[in-house]
């Protein structure tokens, strides 16, 4: 699980891809000076990579670029990586990067003798020439095989090309289909055996998602996982985008939550700065209006505020929130607070955690809320997804941003340990939401479970909702029974009369309590 | 540099572009580019006599032209006109090849 390992004296020469993460796994980038192969099936992404290794190389490492294609020509090119917010006629105009589209067509070419591929060599030759060039991508040289039919020559052909491309020290892409019983369709493996790396595009339950992972680096440390990947708007970006490493400051700092029940059970100042929290509990125990207190009380301080919704529209968590008295509207406006909400059935956890990481980027609030992780990913039996929520946790904490999360659980005690044991031990603190349920009536209730680093109340507390927010009250506990809502209120001998209002014995009996 | 072997087999140079207009594409001077010219000469005289143009490129010498025609292999032989564009890579050593090839029709052997 080492995704990165800083590369140690002995380590081969590298060449930054400028791809997010992927440069993480490979402990710096590609083999520098050699050839990298890129298989996998169609439309899982070898073209695009493949593209940015070109972009990023030649904006931002200043190493200009060919990129050789034989499948679809320089303007679908174009147009395929305007996608990703790169103008590559413009790159060609600065003669940072060459195109050069080799075009096969079977029907019109006869062979007769001896030929060999010089033509393609000389072509390449040129390019790279043009622009001075230090990267070079063949996508897909494996249309030459469909193209020619004397595989023999073309093989050698192509161990010549690598051999060539390796003593130019041309940092080079080649890209392969994926084959049935090799890594490439054709075998290209055993001619570019310093680094493979392989995409893969799966359909898990209806929810697609791109991975990849490194077959093979010659020379070098790696990560060995499969490391989800997502083409956004800005690119490519790999999973992790950040570091393993355990090495993000602990501010000393604390926050209040906007709950001051809460912040008193927290030794009365609320929770650490840049911590996270995690809120469990089941259905209707009040989850998302902690999250929005906590979003509430921040954009009140003048932070900036980001909150993903996945069960709720952005309005309709407004409207929920005003009735307990937050006014969510207002930061909104005030462009304090941005409301992300979206279905999480819409994009795999991982597209929806690269755009989590390109929104915090960007907005760079202090605290994020995510409502709820569960729905991301906690339902889905997939253990290798908790690794990545531990790094989108990682990285919130790198970004100085205080974190709630959200989590839904069953009503059962039996299934909280397990249904939360990927997430609890990231999070700082820890609050169990709870119905309890007696003589024909729900309260709720919460209590902490754990907070680290500070002293906190082992008491479970009742859980009121009042149109000013969420209040904590202590239970009463008499006879070795815990009583809450009106077996409370009788039991402290507020009159029955009064006893509709669940609210604190010390507030005013108007205050009504709701929901 | 373009280097024209138009051979004319003695007949004046007419100045209208010829019916067959063909293009040789090799690299460098090789054994295979010197075969495949002495082969295409051959052919030409033998079933083409009087109607052919052929022009050689060097592709070391003018590498930007490799772009133009889509060559990848050398030596690559176009038929630029008649059209359709047609292509045979190799030295052009099975003359049958390059005669479907090219769509010429054989001149019967007297």
């Known amino acids: 699980m080492t995704a990165k390992k800083d590369p140690g004296p002995a380590s081969i ?41 070109i972009v990023q190389g030649a904006v931002r490492h200043g190493e200009p670029g060919v990129f050789m294609m034989f499948e679809e020509n320089a303007e679908e090119l174009a147009a395929n990586v305007r996608s990703l917010g790169f103008d590559l006629d413009k790159l060609v105009r600065q003669k940072k990067v060459a195109l050069d589209y080799v075009r096969i067509e079977r029907s019109e070419i006869e062979e007769t003798g001896e030929y060999d591929l010089d033509g393609l060599f000389i072509r390449l030759a040129h390019a790279i020439e043009t622009v001075n060039a230090r990267r070079v991508v063949l996508d897909t040289v494996e249309a030459l095989f469909s193209g020619l039919s004397d595989h023999a020559v073309l093989r050698a052909e192509l161990r010549r090309l690598f051999r060539w491309l390796k003593d130019r020290g041309m940092t080079a892409v080649i890209t392969g289909e994926r084959g049935a019983n090799s890594l490439s369709r054709y075998g290209l493996e055993e001619y570019v055996a310093d680094c493979v790396i392989m995409l893969d595009h799966r359909v898990n339950e209806q929810i697609s998602t791109r991975r990849l992972r490194v077959v093979k680096y010659r020379g070098s440390a790696h990560g060995t996982n499969e490391y989800p990947f997502l083409i956004g708007t800005n690119g490519l970006s790999v999973l992790p985008i950040t570091s393993l490493r355990l090495d993000h400051p602990a501010p000393a700092e604390r926050v209040a939550t906007g709950i001051p029940g809460l912040d008193r059970m927290l030794a009365g100042k609320g929770i650490y700065r840049d911590s996270s929290m995690l809120v469990s509990g089941s259905p209707g125990t009040g989850k998302s209006s902690v999250g929005a207190s906590v979003a509430n009380a921040a954009c009140a301080r003048g932070e900036r505020v980001m909150l993903f919704a996945y069960e709720e529209s952005a309005a309709q968590l407004a409207r ?145 909702f009042t149109d000013q927010g969420i209040e904590l009250i202590d239970v009463f506990a008499a006879e070795g029974k815990v009583l809450t809502g009106r077996l409370r209120l009788g039991a402290q001998g507020v009159p029955v009369a009064d006893r509709g209002a669940l609210a604190a014995v010390a507030a005013p009996a108007k205050r009504k309590a709701r929901r | 540099m373009k280097k024209s072997v138009a051979v004319e087999s003695g007949k004046p140079v007419r100045p209208v572009k010829a019916e067959w207009q063909l293009r040789l594409y090799v690299a460098g001077q090789t054994a295979k580019s010197a075969a495949a010219l002495r082969n295409l000469q051959r052919l030409c005289e033998t079933h083409l006599a009087g109607r052919y143009e052929i022009e050689v490129i060097d592709l070391l010498v003018n590498p930007r032209l490799a772009a133009g025609d889509q060559i990848l292999a050398v030596p690559t032989l176009v038929r630029k006109f008649p059209e359709p564009i047609r292509k045979i890579i190799g030295d052009l050593s099975n003359e049958e090849r390059v005669l479907v090839g090219l769509d010429v029709k054989p001149v019967p052997v007297t």
């Open chain 1, 13 to 53: 020469a590298k060449a930054a891809t400028g791809i997010e993460g992927l440069d993480e796994i490979t402990g710096g980038g590609l083999p520098r000076g050699r050839p990298t192969l890129i298989v996998g099936g169609p439309g899982c992404g070898k073209t695009m990579l493949a593209a940015e290794f």
């Open chain 1, 320 to 464: 929920n929130m005003r009735s307990i008295g937050i006014d969510l509207e207002r930061w909104v406006k005030m462009g304090r607070l941005h409301i992300h909400a979206s279905r999480p059935t819409l994009q795999g956890l991982e597209q929806h955690l690269v755009f989590m990481y390109q929104a915090v980027r960007d907005f760079e609030p202090r605290v994020v809320v995510v409502d709820p992780i569960s729905n991301l990913s906690l339902d889905r039996d997939d253990s290798g997804l908790k690794p990545t929520l531990m790094r989108l946790i990682d990285f919130l904490k790198q970004s100085h941003v205080t974190a709630v999360f959200t989590s839904l659980i069953g009503d059962t005690g039996a299934a909280l340990a397990e249904s939360q044991i990927g997430v609890s031990s990231l999070m700082d603190t820890w609050l169990l939401l709870s119905n309890l349920e007696a003589n024909g009536e729900r309260t709720r209730a919460l209590q902490v479970i754990k907070s680290r680093g500070m002293p906190h109340s082992n008491q479970v507390r009742e859980f009121v």
